[in-house]
């Protein structure tokens, strides 16, 4: 846009001719400003109390407080004192002002006369902006408007309108809930109160309370729509200051890491509050009041005494090519060899780390048992690290390619022989035509002790979320596609081991993989009700969507294994940002590093036959459930009248027998409550307090 020169005396122009523009106008600022006063409409005017701008041609005074010369576009933002706004709090007292190659700088005071524009359209794009702006800096180094603390409880657009274009503050710490745009458009998803949850994870399609167990119906989905909108409520953006798609520098990076994860948190966030693309965001500052995130990577999970440690883990389409260094691109995994080795690398790094005694994985290649198999290739590599013969692999009765498999990939089972042996022969789900990928079991023995445990291990995958129709379409219930294709995969699951696995001698089951079902989807409840235990909480995350954390990676385990087992996520892929994974990062692949080795998370299960001692005793996991608006709380035993007198305490699966029974006073169970209950595995527990004329049950979820 051209920027006009204020009138000025024929001597002065001469000299402006000779001269820097800005000392120029500095130097013409005080009389201009003062013949022009009484033509100056206040921005609080002109923004209104509604949903849009005055439109209309217009002349503000105000102070620069950002310079955005990479947005779309480009421009600075403006805001009037306090003392020199119009005085009504419902009313915006910002402009943004549309300028190609801005020469202002933050703390001019300028007079600008230009259109405002506030629709669709461009340079709008329903931000109220000043177009054909004709810029006049009346004074350099001013003081800033203070910052407006933003309410933190809705960022919906009649609560944000007021402050359009506006310094903001919020009072309270945000967290990450989405990295996916960092890398491509330079966009941050932050949301109070931690990150934004999958619905159902929390929310049953059909149940309500979700500890039930029905798989049909539809009866809670409002319920659902009514937990996303509350997502979308708590959600704001925080852009770069640009529009840059891929920009040179990724922005809010730890430095140190070179990530920034879901879940990170900035303590005090300030910026100016702008609008485009459908989405209130908020356009960062330089200096001190720049944003810094706190990034924490999460070491290996430790657990206390164990005689068994399993690992789930899905390993991102693991293709070997031909075996031979040749037959890149593959069918779904790596396009190169080079980038099959930096994958290849990043995998054994996480698989090494986490050292387990037996592991199933899902998304390796489907190509058999030989010598060049993506099978043979990984357990190669891990050995090559770990030393000869550390791991071995089940052979699942297919040379060339597995029993009843449909698909491209497969499950698959490792083990040390040192920690295991195997007890007859590989289970394959010998149904057709209800999965691709049929589970895999494997019975074992444990090794390290004179008198050895057997337990059986499944490893499954489920159908994908992604299509379906007809039975399997998307029926907008928050389970998304090829929701019947599962429950039918979860029915046929109970039946393998009941009929298949159980038999075969297993009095212990531990079923893990990729159920590409949420924690309280339908598949779920289908095994929950067969009397099957899911052994992690809906607050344990294993994969994020589109900002939304949920868990398809779960522990399922026969009843008696609840006591006998603990269980931990490593939250190591999904709350990476995509652009660390081998294929997008290229020569830059952090090669030794498990982070975004895949875009599933690992599960880490600890198995201790003589019941389950966790490393933290006395550490306090029972939270009420569900959750309430501000968060996670403790349970305590809070509330009871004292004429109850002693107490019982039972614990109690939602579908099955008492697990633990307390008695005693108030206090003493308060006292002793989470170091009696630290053997439980992670879980839903309904809790059922008795005593003289009082009596209440309590759902809690142990993490």
Sequence with gaps: MSRSLPTLPTTLLALCLLTPLRPCLAQAAEPVEAANAAGVTRIGTIQGAGAAARPGTYTIEAIVTGVYSDLNPAGFYVQEMASASDGNPATSDALFVVQPSPIVNIGD????????????????????????????????????????QLSATSFTGPAMERYEGMRIQLPVPLTVSEVYNLQQRGELTLTIGGVTYQPTQFIDPNDNPATGTASTGTSNVAAISAYQDANTERSLLLDDGSSATKPKLVPYLNPAMGTIRVGSKVAKLRGILGYGFNKWRVQPLPGADAPVFNVVRPGVPTFGRSDLKLVSFNVLNYFNGDGAGGGFPTARGAKTAADFARQRSKIIAALAQMDADVIGLTEIENDGTGPNSALADLVGGLNQVLGANTYTFVDDGGPTQQPNNTDAIHCAILYKPTAVRPLGPALVAPVTGVFERPPLAQLFATRRKARPDTLALVINHFKSKSSGSGLNADLNDGQGGSNERRRNQANALVQFINTTVIPAGATRVVSIGDYNANYEEDPIDIMRAAGLVVVTPPTSASYVFKGLTGSLDHCVVTSNMVGFIDVHK???????????????????????????????????????????????????????????????????????????????????????????QLRGPVALLQSELSRNTAHLAPGIYLLRLKGRNFAQTQRVMKE
């Design 570 to 660: 490593w939250n190591i892929n999904s709350a990476e940002p995509y652009f660390l994974e081998y294929g997008m990062a290229g020569p830059a692949t952090a090669v030794n590093s498990p982070f975004r080795s895949s875009d599933h998370d690992p599960v880490l299960i600890s198995v201790n036959f003589s019941g389950m001692t966790p490393a933290n005793v006395a550490a306090p996991r029972l939270y009420v459930y569900p959750n309430q608006a501000d968060g996670a709380h403790l349970f305590n035993l809070t509330g009871v009248p004292a004429s109850a007198g002693p107490l019982t305490l039972e614990v109690l699966l939602p579908q099955g027998p008492p697990m633990l």
């Design 109 to 148: 005071k300028v007079r600008v006369t230009g259109t405002v524009q506030e629709s669709a359209v461009e340079p709008s794009f329903d931000q109220a902006v000043l177009t054909q702006a004709q810029v006049q800096v009346l004074s350099s180094g001013n003081e800033l408007p203070s910052f407006v």
